[in-house]
């Protein structure tokens, strides 16, 4: 299982608490996880990333182990950390203006 942990206004859209724990099929990478993430909530389509495109939104950033993947491919593969479930993925929403 995949640990998924959401920023506060998407963890109210969704109507979860805390983290969320995915079954991810083959490799696990950002792209499936974000897959799975949208299957299971239909709800998130869109919040992530783009619908179309299906890249990262601008404001959206992802965290793992302490490194910021946001730029990295999302079909690289995710650290094992993540794969084993005893570090999550991060998604945070980044802040910006003055």
Do not use: W
């Not at 991810?24 to 992530?48: C, F, H, I, K, N």
């Not at 299906?54 to 491919?73: G, M, N």
Request: with cysteine; aromatic share 4%; glycine share 8%.
């Amino acid at each position: 299982m995949v640990r998924v942990i959401l920023p506060q206004q998407l963890r109210t859209l969704a109507r979860v608490n805390g983290e969320v724990a995915l079954e991810v099929d083959g490799p696990v990478t950002q792209r499936r996880v974000l897959d799975a993430l949208e299957a299971r909530y239909p709800m998130l389509r869109g919040t992530v990333r783009d619908h179309v495109t299906l890249k990262r939104r601008p404001f959206v950033r992802f965290f793992v182990c302490e490194h910021d993947l946001s730029h990295e491919s999302p079909n690289a593969p995710l650290p094992d950390a993540v794969v084993t479930g005893s570090e999550p993925l991060l998604i945070v929403g980044a802040m910006a203006g003055g």
